[in-house]
């Protein structure tokens, strides 16, 4: 999860992520695109699989090129973990009230 | 997906007792979290949550700034937060209550713009037809 935060973290990842989400691409045409050296691309692309927002196939017609597709479901796990933030936050400032009505008045 | 995280609280507490419960090392310790906390401007602290896989369960916060009575916040970070913000603001209300506006913040920088990009998935083929297109054209 601390990944997805850290992957989307930097611009040309999310440029990257935004590109494929268009449509998939080979790590070649990313690197001709963002004029980078394939080793660069590849480890963008590492991250952004390793906090499972891309995911690697190989291309059916050429099995030596591999396809990079965007899987952004990932992102509801930002979502679903600002909601347990909030949650914890509520649960906190719960306590906080508990902790006035204890707390002899001054 | 929100911006931050806002809870908006009142108190059955006169100001005085909310803003001690905000700054008291001890007070903060028990309804928060165990911290070592000082009000002083920059004051570098920790409070020690739960670890999780991921995560030493020990989050760095700094003082950014303070108003007596009104204003606390500070620098939230742990695990994937990274520099996000807590602030209380706290206000008077009438019968000896108090008002908290809290809000978490500082997680837009890193999500909103893939949001707001992916909703306006046409930005980028406007991009690419504006850009890219004219760019490889010229060549």
Request: proline share 5%.
């Given at each position: ?5 850290k992957a ?93 009505q204890r707390?002899?008045?001054? | ?27 903060l310790s ?110």
């Open positions: 999860m601390s990944d997805v935060f989307i973290a930097d611009p040309t990842r999310r440029e990257i992520l935004m590109m494929i989400s268009e449509s998939p691409r080979n790590i070649n045409q990313l690197s001709e695109q963002f004029a980078m050296s394939r080793p660069a691309v590849s480890k963008h692309i590492r991250i952004l699989r390793e906090s499972n927002l891309v995911r690697i196939e190989h291309d059916k017609v050429d099995g030596r090129q591999r396809n990079c597709y965007a899987q952004l479901e990932a992102l509801a796990e930002v979502d679903a973990y600002l909601k347990k933030l909030e949650a914890f936050w509520e649960g906190r400032l719960d306590n906080l009230a508990q902790f006035l707390k002899p008045k001054q | 997906m929100a911006k931050s995280i806002k809870v908006d609280r009142e108190y059955d507490a006169p100001v005085e007792a909310v803003w001690a419960a905000l700054t008291d090392n001890e007070d028990e309804w928060l979290k165990p911290c070592k906390f000082e009000p002083i401007l920059g004051y570098d602290f920790e409070f020690r949550t739960k670890p999780s896989p991921g995560f030493d369960g020990i989050v760095s916060c700094k003082v950014l700034e303070i108003i007596n009575q009104q204003f606390l916040s500070f620098s939230w970070s742990g695990g994937s937060l990274q520099n996000t913000v807590v602030s209380f603001r706290i206000s008077p209300l009438p019968n000896n209550r108090t008002r908290l506006q809290f809000e978490h913040s500082g997680f837009e920088g890193l999500i909103n713009k893939l949001i707001v990009r992916r909703i306006l998935a046409s930005g980028w083929k406007h991009k690419i037809l504006k850009n890219y297109l004219p760019e490889y054209l010229a060549k």
